[in-house]
């Protein structure tokens, strides 16, 4: 695979293999799933549930879901799987235990109305209403970039309290302050992910802070796909990630007697 640059001007290569002391954290569209039209409309490899579930396995536990989607709709596409994960980038957050914390939903009225009304008027454009968040598709009309843009900034012009997020062919109000590294962060903290080596894939601009809180923790950063990044590893698709988890499972999988590294649990923190 070609090298990439990255935002820090430092060259992207492939990631190394994964040791058996890392913590996994993985987004999901674009990642381990390729982008559909529409959120509903992706598909998700046969193979894909049981690979998680051997990677989980062998990590520990130490594996989490870390997406811009509800964790309901994650549990959905990779049921029986319940991995821990956060979601809506951080305002759901689910522990290995399976407690659930979740922030309180802002006042998403005045957006959804504005997001509304430019779907009416705009074919292609699809609207999603998250538990704390607004997200306005355009991928079906990408042309429509700006003028979604433009009404979505509008929308949170008097409110401080949310934010605007720029995924692919997505614009996302949310409430401000949180993000996929604050929620990788409080993973960090807890048993079976504290003490381990930190591992994030993502392919979006919203996995950014997430890869700016791994790499300082000496953990791995993984960019899929191109564009600038932060991170100072790349895979060029799911395709590629899938291949990847593969290939750690299986060497993973010869080396059953390679525990020295795995960490003691450690207490979960106080909150």
Same mark, same amino acid.
């Given at each position: 695979?070609?090298?990439?640059?990255?935002?820090?001007?430092?060259?992207?290569?492939?990631?190394?293999?994964?040791?058996?002391?890392?913590?996994?954290?993985?987004?999901?569209?674009?990642?381990?799933?390729?982008?559909?039209?529409?959120?509903?409309?992706?598909?998700?490899?046969?193979?894909?549930?049981?690979?998680?579930?051997?990677?989980?396995?062998?990590?520990?536990?130490?594996?989490?879901?870390?997406?811009?989607?509800?964790?309901?709709?994650?549990?959905?596409?990779?049921?029986?799987?319940?991995?821990?994960?956060?979601?809506?980038?951080?305002?759901?957050?689910?522990?290995?235990?399976?407690?659930?914390?979740?922030?309180?939903?802002?006042?998403?009225?005045?957006?959804?109305?504005?997001?509304?009304?430019?779907?009416?008027?705009?074919?292609?454009?699809?609207?999603?209403?998250?538990? *704390?968040?607004?997200? $306005?598709?355009?991928? !079906? #009309?990408?042309?429509?970039?700006? &003028?979604?843009?433009?009404? %979505?900034?509008? /929308?949170?012009?008097?409110?401080?309290?949310?934010?605007?997020?720029?995924?692919?062919?997505?614009?996302?109000?949310?409430?401000?302050?949180?993000?996929?590294?604050?929620?990788?962060?409080?993973?960090?903290?807890?048993?079976?992910?504290?003490?381990?080596?930190?591992?994030?894939?993502?392919?979006?601009?919203?996995?950014?802070?997430?890869?700016?809180?791994?790499?300082?923790?000496?953990?791995?950063?993984?960019?899929?796909?191109?564009?600038?990044?932060? *991170?100072?590893?790349? $895979?060029?698709?799911? !395709? #590629?990630?899938?291949?990847?988890? &593969?290939?750690?499972?299986? %060497?993973?999988? /010869?080396?059953?007697?390679?525990?020295?590294?795995?960490?003691?649990?450690?207490?979960?923190?106080?909150?």
């Amino acid at each position: 695979m070609p090298k990439s640059s990255s935002n820090s001007s430092n060259t992207s290569q492939l990631p190394p293999p994964l040791g058996r002391d890392a913590a996994l954290f993985l987004d999901f569209d674009g990642t381990l799933v390729g982008l559909a039209p529409t959120p509903e409309a992706i598909e998700i490899p046969p193979a894909l549930v049981p690979l998680l579930g051997d990677l989980r396995e062998q990590l520990g536990g130490a594996l989490a879901v870390v997406s811009g989607r509800q964790i309901d709709s994650i549990d959905r596409f990779l049921a029986p799987l319940r991995l821990p994960a956060a979601g809506e980038h951080g305002v759901q957050r689910r522990d290995a235990a399976g407690r659930m914390q979740e922030q309180r939903p802002p006042d998403l009225v005045p957006v959804l109305d504005i997001a509304n009304e430019l779907a009416r008027v705009h074919e292609g454009l699809l609207v999603e209403r998250k538990h *704390a968040a607004i997200a $306005l598709h355009y991928r !079906l #009309a990408p042309q429509l970039e700006a &003028v979604c843009r433009d009404a %979505m900034s509008r /929308a949170i012009a008097n409110h401080p309290q949310l934010e605007l997020m720029h995924g692919k062919f997505v614009f996302e109000v949310k409430p401000a302050g949180v993000n996929k590294g604050i929620a990788i962060d409080a993973f960090m903290t807890e048993a079976p992910f504290a003490g381990r080596t930190p591992v994030f894939l993502g392919d979006d601009t919203t996995d950014e802070s997430g890869f700016a809180v791994v790499q300082p923790r000496g953990g791995v950063a993984i960019k899929v796909g191109s564009g600038p990044s932060l *991170a100072l590893h790349r $895979l060029e698709s799911p !395709l #590629a990630v899938y291949e990847w988890l &593969v290939q750690a499972r299986d %060497m993973l999988a /010869a080396r059953p007697q390679d525990t020295a590294s795995q960490p003691e649990e450690s207490p979960r923190s106080p909150r």
